[in-house]
């Protein structure tokens, strides 16, 4: 069954504004995981937060991530019109074998 | 070098015809994956495979069947397609699943 749900469905902001994306998940997990899609392409890892990390960063991207509320936030700082693209969570499964994605937050960057 | 490549990119066919989609990679990864995402975006696992076992999401209908040659190639084969079918499909690479998947190109599925 879905783990990860993204909110909001789509937020669109401007050039050099942050952008700030949550993802919810129902059970306990190893690691969360957060891509990038942009429209016609396929999945781009972003970043990976283990259970036992509460944040993380990568370059212009930060992670956190709350067991104790089953959520993770991505902050995008200095956003750009190359941002604009689809952001999933993604969280492993139960059963070991898969990830299993939240159904994304659509990000517009215009300039 | 593409890291997972998907073919073909585009695949427009009728109802009832069987067809492939090959994928293959160049990771050196033990672990593949197929997912399939529908319109809305939405991306569910179907198969996971590594060159131990595989394991299928107990929803996908058996007229889908994943086929191994090697560790480098998982191909998708899909019976008797229906309408519902038309979506896109993607493959995917990781070392395991504790690790960052890399996904190929995706394959763009219609069924007529």
């Keep these: 069954s879905q783990q990860g749900e ?31 899609q942009n429209s016609g392409r396929g999945l781009v890892h972003l970043i990976l937060i283990r259970s036992n990390e509460r944040e993380k960063h990568s370059g212009r991207l930060r992670v956190t991530l709350d067991t104790s509320k089953k959520s993770s936030s991505l902050l995008i700082t200095a956003s750009r019109a190359a941002d604009t693209a689809s952001y999933f969570c993604a969280t492993d499964s139960n059963s070991g074998y898969a990830l299993n994605f939240g159904k994304g937050t659509s990000l517009l960057v215009t300039p | 070098d593409t890291a997972v490549s998907q073919t073909p990119k585009y695949l427009v066919t009728q109802m009832g015809n069987d067809k492939s989609i090959k994928c293959e990679q160049n990771l050196g990864h033990d672990t593949m994956y197929w997912y399939k995402q529908d319109s809305k975006k939405f991306l569910k696992i179907m198969f996971s495979y590594n060159n131990k076992e595989l394991i299928i999401n107990e929803t996908v209908p058996n007229r889908f069947s994943p086929k191994s040659p090697d560790k480098a190639h998982l191909n998708l084969h899909i019976n008797s397609l229906e309408l519902g079918d038309s979506a896109v499909y993607f493959c995917a690479s990781s070392q395991d699943l504790r690790y960052e998947q890399y996904f190929g190109p995706g394959t763009r599925l219609t069924v007529t």
């Design chain 1, 6 to 36: 993204e909110d909001p469905q789509a937020l669109s902001i401007q050039e050099g504004e942050n952008a700030t994306m949550n993802c919810s998940y129902k059970t306990s997990i190893n690691n969360l995981q957060w891509y990038r």
